[in-house]
């Protein structure tokens, strides 16, 4: 049975995408790819407001996340985490062998433009890992008043995971001044997962030339000469980049203002129904993401029978993740979704809730 995907990602794909998925194939070396890639590549630029070229990886967001650090990472990494995600970038820069220092706050707090202050002014980094919106908690950081706290930190990379958050709300990487901004295209792009995007300032680009050990296949030097050309430096993903491209058209069709207020119109919502559920939010209060909202249970809802339940009338639920695993429920409200989905959900969760509480 096919389900519809309200879980934080991959999120549900339209029949649109997934028919311009199957262009026929051509060769990724050849002008009808090069087209394409600049097609994609100056929509994603428009869409960051980015001064350079917007690369294309075929690999999920996590091997940029690698290669962020493996290029820009020479001295000691500042890595901060509220949630599971964020706390693995920390693990995965030590296993690459960085010198890395975590500054975690709990699951459900932001990082907060003073915990970055305090951090760095020892000048200690040379870099720093930061996730705008942590998806384990539905919890999103203040990007914009974090930005304003490293632009006296120039020296330090700025690098941020956009994963969950690019294409939902607002990202100025220029007025910014964000070194790294990732994404992959499996959440708020409303596209199957397998490709990520990533827009990487002059200034990184010229740090990672100097950068020993920095690997192959994520290298910055490879992506931006290869970028030049309009490709890639290896072989892409072209059905999804044809896919992507058909989801930039459709984006600026809405027009960006309007994406983001139907995303903040389905975000309130869906917090709204969850309190007039008898469930609390999980994230502090003001810092609740866009995309997906997380609920703390009420201790007397059996989240795994309504994750079931739903699954068998088609939904795909989803009961937490990690350490709050069965302690809270996300609810995804991100990509092609509308008012009229959410509130379809909505009415099934209100027939299913009697069937499950105790």
Known sequence: ??????????????ADVLEAMATPMFGHRTKEYA?????????????????????????????????????????????FANGAFSKKWHDVTLRCGIEADLFAVDWGRPITPELVDSALAGGKYDAMTLVHNETSTGVMSPLEEIAEVMKRYPEVSFIVDTVSSMSAVPIDVSAQEIDVCLAGVQKAFGLPPGLAVFAVSERALRKAETTPGRGYYFDFVE??????????????????????????????????ENR????????????AWVLAQGFTLFPEEGFCSMTLTCACSDGQTDLEKLKKLAAERGYALDNGYGKIKNETFRIAHMGDFTMEDMCELFKLLEELLPQVRG
């Open 35 to 79: 087209d394409l890639h600049e097609k994609v590549a100056c929509g994603l630029q428009k869409l960051l407001n980015a001064e350079r070229p917007v690369f294309l990886s075929t690999s999920s967001a996590f091997g940029v996340m690698e290669g962020a650090v493996r290029n820009l990472v020479q001295k000691r990494c500042a890595s």
């Open 223 to 256: 992506f931006e000469k290869n970028a030049a050309k309009n490709n890639t430096p290896s072989t892409p993903c072209i059905s999804q980049i044809y896919a992507l491209g058909h989801q930039l058209e459709k984006i600026f069709v809405e027009g960006l």
């Open 260 to 271: 983001y207020e139907r995303h903040r119109q389905m975000a309130e919502a869906t917090r």
């Open 1 to 14: 049975m096919k389900k519809k995907l309200f879980i934080p990602g991959p999120v549900e794909v339209t």
